[in-house]
């Protein structure tokens, strides 16, 4: 299998004339199309049958990413839009934590044509027929029940009041977030689906100020950052799903818009980046309370930029590290082998 990359187009839909482009290289060959609708872009494309209908008159499937499945149920069904085949993520759709450590779990769902292809059961199968991919024929036991108890006490109508939820959280996000970071990409009606891509690039163009720095000032707010540099680098995609009420998006707006103030400072000349309290965030308790505090900004900016963080306040064990650089040069902890002799 080849993989050959799609391009964009620049309101971050489909570039339509390269998928044609490419349809027509490879028609020979071409075996399918993986789409993430909606899109990783934070919109649900409009054009999505036609890039499906393309597909399939070239002789192709079309496999469904199903990461945001969240924008999906009660809402939609992807084989109803086109698709042949789509992995069901359980994390944040139905309520399994994203990330983790892995591997993925969740069902693989295919059109009646392709069940012939489907795996089979590694307890039964033969020789060339079925074969297994997994174990276990459904999965995980420690993951999968969670899941089901999720969708049995939901039901239909509460897995669709989650869904919209989750849409409106995201659209609550991007529209008070707009003025102060713009949205990088918009559906029709100039709404998000599940997702909104917060773009710093001219911020930082600007001020020197980088996604990365507000991403790590977030921690002195309480916060886990939203994904960074995915899928457009210099940019942060919030995706609040239906977990948070009001006023924990709102905490989280507030501390956005107190960041954007102090790279306000930064572009005024209040201090350099390189002596803001962006570029030296997260904050740790022993550098706030240290008698030799020679920084530019005040020690309670560092720590409690908005009040009601002198209620409740969580202090980082550790303040900025050079992650790229820990990435590029491993250095293993583990002591040395002749310990375990011992």
Known sequence: MKVVVVATAPDGSIDHADLNAKIEAHKDALSAIMITYPSTHGVYDADVREVCDAVHAAGGQVYVDGANLNALVGLAQPGKFGGDVSHLNLHKTFCIPHGGGGPGVGPVAAKAHLAPFMPGNAATWTEGNDVPISASRFGSAGVLPISWAYVKLMGAEGLTEATKSALLAANYVAARLNEYFPVLYTGEG?????????????????????????????????????????????????????????????????????????IDQVANGDFAVENSPLRHAPHTASAVVSSDWTRQYPREQAAFPVHHLKQDKYFPPVGRIDGAGGDRNLICSCPPIEEFAN
């Open 190 to 262: 100039g709404l998000v689906a599940h997702e909104c891509i917060l773009d710093l690039r001219g911020l930082t163009a600007r001020t020197g100020v980088t996604a990365e720095d507000v991403a790590k000032r977030l921690i002195d707010y309480g916060f886990h950052a939203p994904t960074l540099a995915f899928p457009v680098a210099g940019t942060l995609m919030v995706e609040p799903t239906e977990s948070e009420d009001l006023a924990e998006i709102d905490r989280f707006i507030d501390a956005m818009i107190t960041i954007r103030k102090e």
